[in-house]
């Protein structure tokens, strides 16, 4: 009866992503491609001692959430992969041990850059990026219940009313679980590519005559 409520609670959530809006908000904070198009309109401005002073933010900003998306988010999903990858390497195939580091970041490559042609009607890809979303949340849920607990035994919390502290706690938990899946990794490569864009202005500016 559990397995059936459970389908029941599964299939639901399908229809409520794929004949809403919701699905398309979800998948256009994800995209990568036209939020890097954004970023690099954005960047194209950007010149002189302002694109050398951001740049350097940039990568530090890069470097930050990279290390939060490789300790939240990577080393998750690489833990819940081994039994996939182990299933492979059962095979013989010696040279697919090199296939769990693919497999690790293809979660995290489908969430950021298919999420344009999911919204084309490509079904299977709508369904495996939905799969994948739901995975993702569910392998770094357990991480960041474990950081959220640490900041509650050491008090970050209770200056709060107890009704305002279990929720806060409880919204904390979802929020760093939602941006170890998603954000991190998402705002890591933002930060990078904009990055290398302002060095290149820096560069041209440099070139051109010297910054202004």
């Not at 409520?16 to 904070?29: E, M, P, Q, V």
């Not at 954004?38 to 694109?51: I, L, N």
């Amino acid at each position: 009866m559990n397995d059936l409520f459970a389908w029941l609670f599964v299939a639901a959530v399908i229809l409520l992503l794929g004949y809403t809006d919701i699905a398309d908000g979800i998948f256009d904070a994800l995209d990568l491609s036209d939020n890097l198009k954004r970023a690099a309109e954005w960047a194209r401005g950007v010149r002189g001692v302002p694109a050398l002073v951001t740049m350097v933010c940039f990568v530090v900003l890069a470097f930050g959430f990279g290390l939060l998306a490789y300790r939240y988010d990577i080393l998750p999903t690489y833990r819940f992969v081994q039994p996939v990858a182990q299933d492979i390497l059962a095979t013989g195939a010696e040279w697919a041990a090199r296939l769990v580091v693919v497999l690790t970041f293809v979660p995290t490559f489908i969430e950021l850059a298919t999420p344009k042609l999911a919204q084309r009607s490509i079904k299977m890809l709508e369904w495996m990026a939905y799969f994948f979303i739901l995975f993702d949340f569910i392998t770094d849920y357990n991480e960041a219940v474990a950081l959220v607990e640490v900041w509650r035994r050491e008090g970050l919390f209770d200056q709060l009313p107890s009704f305002l502290a279990d929720a806060t706690v409880l919204m904390a938990k979802i929020g760093w679980t939602f941006a170890a899946s998603f954000a991190f990794e998402f705002l890591c490569i933002l930060f990078a590519i904009t990055s290398i864009l302002l060095f290149a202005n820096v560069k041209a500016t440099v070139a051109g005559g010297g910054a202004r």
